[in-house]
């Protein structure tokens, strides 16, 4: 476990790297999250260590969400003045995300299982 841990936090701190070298808008756990994922590809296959390793963590993944609501509670009164336009990126991002899944989905939905496209 302690080496699946290693190359999860490698690919991370090299995302984190690449995001602040190269200035980018994007999270670098996220860059770490896709070099992983481009690693998993190139390989083959997900060892079983990983597999193992990622189920120990979503089991206990309700503890990561405990500094983020300590976090949410510090900031209550901010929170509370800028509601609506929370509440409104909320909604919004809610809403798009349904209809570009509705979108993808009705895509493949006309491509079939054969792989060819639809009237």
Do not use: N, W, Y
């Not at 900031?75 to 993808?104: D, N, Q, W, Y």
Request: glycine share 14%; charged share 15%.
């Amino acid at each position: 476990m302690l080496g699946t841990l290693t190359i999860l936090l490698l690919c991370q701190l090299a995302g984190e790297l690449i995001a602040r070298l190269l200035h980018l808008p994007v999270p670098g756990p996220v860059l770490g999250m896709l070099l992983l994922f481009a690693g998993l590809l190139l390989r083959g296959g997900v060892p079983r260590a990983v597999q193992d390793t990622a189920g120990g963590i979503l089991r206990h993944l309700s503890l990561l969400f405990i500094p983020a609501g300590v976090g949410v509670m510090t900031h209550m009164e901010r929170l509370g003045s800028e509601a609506l336009p929370i509440a409104v990126a909320l909604f919004g991002s809610t809403l798009f995300g349904v209809a570009v899944t509705a979108k993808v989905m009705a895509a493949m939905l006309r491509r079939g299982t054969d792989g060819e496209t639809r009237p």
